[in-house]
């Protein structure tokens, strides 16, 4: 139990501070609560001894609304600092995750699913932000209430005050025993979580092919297992608690009765005078009230625990090394070195070496599964190479922090992501501070100026996630205007045109000319028309470079490249024709 306390609190980081003061109000409401005790003996002294005056009452009012006041007072400051410190906390947490991710290797996104990485940073900070915070801080002030009251009663009656802590040692007790079985099912919920988020962002995801295919029943069943499968754990979570449940209140009623039982017998035998067994038996009705209320949400404490594992792990994934240097190189050569490359077990670039000089363009093509993609991430150091190294103006790529690598690399992909956003501040993504001037010059050069002035709000439409409200050429020419206005000296190109309608090709290929002037430029697998001027060809074939030069050099050359431009058709995975 401790050591959920301590791992919460360390969890907590910056906002640790507000659950300690919230703590140390818990406390002092523990106080405040024990006064009223006090307010109580003030009567019944006088009551006993037959001396009741204005003053004995007044007294006890004082006394009582003190207790009220301060009960109030105290919880509330209590009740801000926990919502306060909670919400904050995950808000940070949700920021750091981001902000790793950054960092992280993009292998760590390909072996865990949108779906875990969505649960962790929905259902999993919620469940600490909104469960942890209550939960721990109300059982945490429960046992406080509990033991104050019960440290008061020592002294009055040593023997009573005794009992009413053997009642919290019982019960404390019999909590660990729910601890363990909340132990054993808590990761299941856990996991159910975050497959019924992942079958829900799947469906939603292939919707379209879904209703394409007649579908949405054997799609349905995924969804409608993975909520079944939530529930039953659900189920099964409270179904094992209710017994110990149950057994906490029943046992702290049973040291209650035995509180007031032990009163009546030592009152009779004269060893408790009569005030004292009075406020034993009331006290008994008080003494074991929050921590009762705790007890019943104390099974969520392994919960929280499995939601701080589950948030660490994120945190504990290695990220690419960020101990480098913020360098702007003086020339953007691109070379590479006997680099070598695996997904797991799968060689996917092996012993390859190239060399691409600055303000030239090179063009990589060849089979599907070849490796194009590859080299360009581990240019951009979305990977890290396993044998050889990359290096951009003759410093290595890990030389580099991943900021300022990436300061001088644009890249335009063949599946163009915008977010939920304006389109104004969709382009400037990659370049927030620039004025709407700036952008609205981007735009034109990009070719999508004009078709942007036509919607509703121009600039300031917010497009669908994803840019789902806009076609396919549209969204490219909007990542294109994002890319001039990073103006990045590197431009990578990755099948950007490939499934481009006709109509939209011809500003494509405007926008893309714009873009890439006097830049170095690394295309992949473009048409024919475009691969044909570029300064250098790489032919990449199974990890490998087969084949290298200029258009009219590999033509001539007996080999795949020539053996496709000459059949003049799509070949499986070749975009040239």
Not at 220 to 241: G, H, Q, T
Not at 262 to 285: D, Y
Not at 361 to 380: D, E, N, Q, R, Y
Not at 507 to 521: F, G, P, S, V, W
Request: some cysteine.
């Amino acid at each position: 139990m401790i050591k959920i306390f301590k791992r919460f609190f360390d969890f907590s980081g910056k906002q640790k501070k507000r659950f300690y003061i919230s703590l140390i109000f818990s406390l002092l409401h523990s106080i405040f609560e024990a006064m009223r005790i006090m307010a109580i003996a003030v009567v019944l002294q006088a009551i006993i001894a037959g001396n009741m005056t204005p003053s004995t009452i007044w007294t006890s009012l004082a006394i009582m609304v003190v207790s009220i006041a301060g009960c109030a007072l105290t919880r509330n400051i209590t009740t801000m600092q926990q919502t306060i410190a909670g919400y904050t906390m995950c808000a940070e947490k949700r920021v750091e995750i981001g902000e790793r991710m950054k960092y992280m290797p993009m292998g760590y996104f390909n072996n865990n699913n949108l779906g875990h990485i969505t649960s962790i940073t929905t259902n999993t900070c919620e469940n600490l932000q909104d469960i942890a915070t209550r939960v721990i801080l109300m059982y945490l002030q429960g046992m406080l209430t509990t033991v104050v009251i019960s440290v008061l009663l020592l002294f009055f009656d040593i023997r009573i005050g005794i009992t009413a802590i053997a009642g919290i040692l019982a019960f404390l007790l019999m909590n660990q025993q729910m601890q363990r079985v909340s132990l054993k099912i808590s990761p299941k919920k856990i996991i159910a979580d975050i497959a019924l988020v992942d079958a829900v962002l799947e469906y939603v995801q292939g919707i379209t092919v879904v209703k394409s295919y007649n579908l949405a029943k054997q799609a349905n069943k995924k969804v409608d297992s993975s909520i079944d499968e939530a529930n039953n754990i659900c189920y099964s979570l409270e179904k094992r608690f209710i017994p110990y449940m149950c057994g906490q209140t029943v046992l702290l009623k049973l040291f209650a009765l035995l509180m007031v039982t032990l009163s009546v017998v030592f009152c009779l035998n004269g060893s408790m005078s009569l005030i004292n067994a009075l406020l034993m038996v009331i006290s008994s009705f008080i003494v074991y009230g929050q921590l009762e209320s705790a007890g019943m949400y104390s099974a969520l404490l392994r919960v929280v625990d499995q939601s701080v594992d589950r948030i660490g792990e994120i945190f504990e994934t290695p990220v690419m090394d960020t101990n480098g240097a913020k360098i702007q190189p003086k020339s953007h050569d691109i070379r590479a070195e006997h680099v070598t490359f695996s997904y797991g077990d799968r060689k996917i670039i092996d012993d390859v070496s190239f060399t691409i000089p600055e303000k030239t363009t090179t063009a990589i093509v060849g089979p599907s599964g070849g490796g194009k993609t590859t080299i360009c991430s581990l240019i951009s150091r979305f990977w890290d190479v396993d044998g050889g190294r990359i290096t951009i103006g003759g410093r290595d790529v890990k030389d580099y922090t991943l900021d300022s690598l990436l300061d001088n690399i644009s890249m335009v992909f063949q599946n163009v992501y915008l977010f939920h956003d304006t389109i104004e501040n969709n382009i400037k993504f990659g370049r927030p501070e620039a004025t709407h001037e700036q952008v609205v010059e981007a735009a034109k050069k990009a070719c999508c100026h004009e078709f942007i002035e036509k919607l509703p709000q121009g600039y300031q439409t917010v497009i669908g996630e994803a840019g789902a409200t806009i076609s396919g050429g549209e969204k490219q020419r909007i990542s294109i205007a994002r890319a001039i206005l990073k103006d990045a000296p590197v431009i990578i190109l990755d099948e950007a045109t490939a499934n481009v309608d006709p109509e939209n090709e011809k500003h494509l290929q405007d926008a893309i000319a714009e873009l890439t002037r006097d830049k170095t430029i690394i295309m992949i697998a473009h048409r024919l028309k475009t691969v044909r001027h570029a300064d250098q060809i790489l032919v990449l074939s199974q990890g490998r470079i087969i084949q290298r030069g200029n258009h009219e050099q590999l033509i001539k050359e007996k080999g795949v490249y020539a053996d496709f431009v000459n059949m003049r058709s799509r070949s499986i995975g070749w975009k040239l024709g």
